[in-house]
């Protein structure tokens, strides 16, 4: 606004704007100070307790980006390929080299749309055989909850299973294959009614405890449940329906802004 550089103001703002998160030790609570020059800009924490370091604000320029170099922006990328940190005091940095180039300007439109209704349940795993059967169970376990429920459409439910300690976190690119000695599962069934999510994943639960499979030794007993009864009741459950930029030539437009005196 006041003419400063736009890759010096942009990437101080990134820095500034979730607080001492960008010091050691990190806080979302205090007050950073920022103070931008015509080469460079400087921030520091409020709370002298709280320190900047060259580690810290380089850590946060990387906060919440996809890509480490660059960042999109409304009306740019700020490229930070020539950033450069530097430790000027105990407490402050200061940070050079950050361009920002311009594209045209536009603004991410969201939307999110009802898909059902969810009801879970959680459960532990600590024998062997039933860890190493899993993928086995589960699908043995999802084919029988098709055929109760055959009457029903296909498109009125899903089931999903998250699997901690086997691939919980990344799916199918968890690149480590062995699976934990123990296994936390979320069953998760999502159907166009919570009365339906309930009713299947009721079954679900069910159908995994005594499922058979290779080996087996006991005829239930294969999941330790967290809570009691075991299936818990979500609510809605949404997914994103709408993630675009739309380019457009004035950035206020959409956005009327009307100041009224009372």
Request: hydrophobic residues 35%; aromatic residues 10%; contains cysteine.
């Amino acid at each position: 606004m006041h003419g400063f550089d736009s890759g010096l103001a942009f990437h101080m703002g990134k820095i500034l704007e979730c607080g001492c998160m960008a010091c050691e030790p990190g806080s979302g609570m205090d007050v950073i100070f920022g103070t931008i020059r015509k080469d460079h800009f400087i921030v520091e924490p409020a709370n002298k307790n709280r320190r900047c370091t060259k580690t810290s604000v380089a850590a946060h320029t990387f906060y919440e980006k996809h890509d480490p170099i660059k960042l999109e922006l409304p009306g740019g990328i700020l490229d930070l390929s020539n950033a450069k940190f530097e430790e000027i005091s105990p407490y402050a940095v200061k940070v050079s080299g950050s361009k920002f180039i311009k594209q045209p300007y536009t603004i991410k439109l969201e939307g999110a749309c009802k898909v059902g209704y969810r009801t879970i349940f959680i459960a532990g795993i600590r024998d062997p055989l039933t860890i190493n059967n899993f993928d086995h169970i589960k699908n043995s376990v999802v084919q029988s909850i098709k055929d109760l429920f055959k009457k029903t459409p296909a498109d009125d439910y899903q089931i999903v299973f998250h699997v901690y300690g086997k691939d919980g976190v990344m799916g199918t690119l968890e690149p480590v294959k062995i699976p934990a000695h123990e296994l936390g599962v979320v069953g998760e069934v999502v159907a166009k009614n919570q009365e339906l999510a309930n009713e299947i994943c009721g079954q679900l639960f069910h159908y995994m405890l005594h499922m058979d499979y290779p080996g087996r030794k006991s005829t239930a007993g294969n999941l330790a449940f967290l809570y009691s009864p075991p299936t818990i009741p979500v609510g809605e459950t949404y997914e994103m329906s709408i993630y675009h930029l739309l380019r457009i030539d004035d950035p206020l437009a959409p956005f009327p802004i009307k100041i009224e005196d009372i």
